[in-house]
């Protein structure tokens, strides 16, 4: 799903909305049915991976950036991941690496955003928020990052909020912000 529209128009609000981070100020969030409320919230949060605009990555390896905060370690399961989300002589390089370096300034933006891709699909995250993923992408990044999150969404919600009106083509349902504000 695509929530699109322009600055201000209230996709974070609705993000938040989602995530349960906030209630709204009319109506009720239902989950396959169910009201969303303090008794399910948690089990809500831990069924929900979002990359926004800033994220933290370990001042180490790819693979242990994977696995960071996850109750099981396997540095398997996590080289099994990162191959889908990099290409083969790519991710050599990246292993061979002792360290992204603080926050990944020793690796592209892209890397960053397969890698932070690469960690919720690892904690086995069902749903899948993204905020403007491809907005610090040059177009190739960008391109990459759509094909894979095509394919992700066989497998997985993918919410993703953007500007980006190409991102539309890659959506099963789109939310125009715009056009329900106009209506309103």
Not at 37 to 58: A, E, M, P, V
Request: charged content about 30%; aromatic content about 6%; some cysteine.
């Amino acid at each position: 799903t695509c929530i699109y529209g322009a600055s201000g128009i209230g996709k974070s609000t609705l993000t938040d909305i989602i995530m349960g981070l906030i209630n709204p100020n009319k109506g009720k969030v239902l989950v396959d049915g169910h009201i969303l409320n303090k008794k399910n919230i948690n089990s809500w949060h831990d069924k929900i991976g979002y990359i926004g605009q800033s994220f933290y990555l370990l001042n180490d390896g790819l693979l242990k950036n994977i696995i960071f905060r996850s109750k099981q370690k396997s540095i398997s399961k996590a080289k099994k991941i990162a191959k889908i989300f990099f290409k083969k002589d790519e991710l050599k390089t990246l292993v061979n690496k002792k360290t992204v370096g603080e926050n990944g300034k020793l690796i592209s933006f892209g890397q960053k955003q397969r890698l932070l891709l690469s960690r919720l699909i690892y904690q086995n995250k069902k749903i899948i928020i993204l905020d403007e993923p491809t907005s610090n992408l040059d177009k190739k990044n960008a391109e990459i990052f759509k094909n894979i999150v095509s394919k992700l969404k066989k497998s997985k919600t993918i919410i993703i909020i953007t500007h980006d009106q190409d991102i539309k083509k890659y959506s099963d349902k789109i939310i125009n912000l715009e056009a329900i504000a106009k209506k309103s």
